[in-house]
């Protein structure tokens, strides 16, 4: 138990220098590389529309084409989760 309690502080340091932005900033740059793209259609047909209210780092997309919203991380792996971004990212990288 005692080595547990240990891990899980350490894990926390580290979550602690991963920074929210800069992960979402990856997530779209590893998605987009050129132009951002429906995540309904894929239609390039679309406007920047604001941030997500809970997390500023998440960028809203308007979709001109199709008339859908979407998000950063709309139809990945991370969409619907409620840990921040960074927490996944770390979860990843432990993976390897």
């Not at 209210?53 to 998440?58: K, L, N, P, Q, V």
Request: charged residues 30%; hydrophobic residues 30%; aromatic residues 10%.
């Amino acid at each position: 138990m005692k080595m547990a309690g240990k891990g899980s502080h350490n894990i926390l340091n580290i979550r602690g220098i991963i920074d929210d932005g800069k992960c979402f900033h990856t997530v779209r740059e590893l998605r987009w590389s050129d132009r951002v793209g429906c995540a309904h259609r894929g239609s390039d047909t679309v406007v920047k529309h604001g941030r997500d209210e809970t997390r500023s780092e998440r960028q809203r997309y308007h979709c001109r084409n199709c008339n859908r919203y979407f998000d950063d991380l709309t139809g990945t792996i991370f969409e619907g989760h409620h840990e921040p971004l960074n927490v996944w990212i770390l979860c990843l990288y432990s993976w390897d």
